[in-house]
């Protein structure tokens, strides 16, 4: 099993420092949120960025999938707007930072990109919002065949895809692409799924390219620090195993920077010791 920090966790720290901190902690590697404080797609100079990342993690030895849930990159007063569900006009933002997020992850060698349906605008129709998610996600695919990078679709709660089974028809209606896997959010399971969650991975383990994991409680979606939360990890972690991934396992705490080496370090230490249980 091989476990990483999500770097949305650790938004106090400049890039570099964050970088040395999960790889003296001893993780593998890092899910790199793109975003105005750490690696700024929009940046004037990114492509020297990415190089100087690119290197980093190299000398580091820290494997990266990256994220694109940066709350404020394309509105600075509206979080995640717009949307891949909008017309296709103002869509366009959106498909555009994906695009993007698909090269760097190129540049990087990143295992998989990372994106979601987001929140259905109120004045959108349900089918709507499908047939333009659609749209929108075939567009990203056509960059990602062209860079050989595989993207992963993550079910949100409150989202237009929420589930596994809202991927599921999403995949469908996009043809069943080989490069859109399944981003699978081991709280998100508890959090709404209706199975049990080792079952939920199962479900998702032909898809399965990217996972993040924290703790959390039926009905409330809040990232909590394990043994805060209702998940029995080691069944989880053997479920993984069962299924074959052997991709990262990135911890997931968005808000937890204000401490953010001490959850790291506390949250490798679990990951670990449970890990070990599940044999």
Not at 151 to 171: K, N
Not at 200 to 220: C, F, K, T
């Amino acid at each position: 099993m091989r476990f990483g920090y999500g770097t949305n966790g650790l938004t106090n720290h400049r890039l570099d420092e964050a970088l040395a901190v999960l790889a003296e902690l001893g993780y593998d590697g890092v899910a790199l949120t793109l975003d105005a404080g750490h690696l700024d797609p929009y940046a004037p100079d990114i492509g020297r960025q990415v190089d100087h990342v690119a290197k980093r993690l190299g000398e580091l030895g820290l494997a990266v999938v990256i994220e694109t849930g940066g709350r404020y990159v394309l509105d600075p007063f509206r979080k995640h707007h717009p949307t891949l569900l909008h017309p296709a006009e103002q869509a366009a933002s959106r498909v555009d930072l994906l695009r993007r997020a698909v090269r760097i992850g190129a540049d990087l060698g990143a295992e998989a990109v990372s994106f979601w349906s987001g929140i259905r605008p109120p004045e959108v129709g349900v089918e709507e919002a499908w047939a333009n998610l659609a749209t929108g996600v075939v567009a990203v695919l056509d960059e990602a065949a062209a860079r050989d990078v595989t993207l992963g679709f993550e079910p949100e709660p409150g989202m237009l895809v929420e589930d596994i089974a809202g991927f599921e028809r999403l995949r469908e209606l996009t043809g069943a692409p080989d490069r859109l896997g399944l981003t699978l959010d081991i709280g998100h399971c508890r959090c709404l799924e209706p199975d049990p969650v080792p079952d939920s991975v199962r479900r998702a383990g032909p898809y399965l390219v990217n996972v993040q994991i924290e703790d959390m409680r039926r009905v409330v979606h809040e990232h909590l620090e394990f043994g805060d939360g209702e998940i029995d990890f080691p069944p989880v972690l053997a479920a993984l195993d069962e299924v074959g991934y052997r991709g990262l396992v990135s911890v997931e705490l968005p808000r937890h920077s204000h401490a953010g080496p001490a959850v790291a370090e506390r949250s490798l230490r679990f990951l670990l010791e449970s890990s070990r249980e599940d044999r």
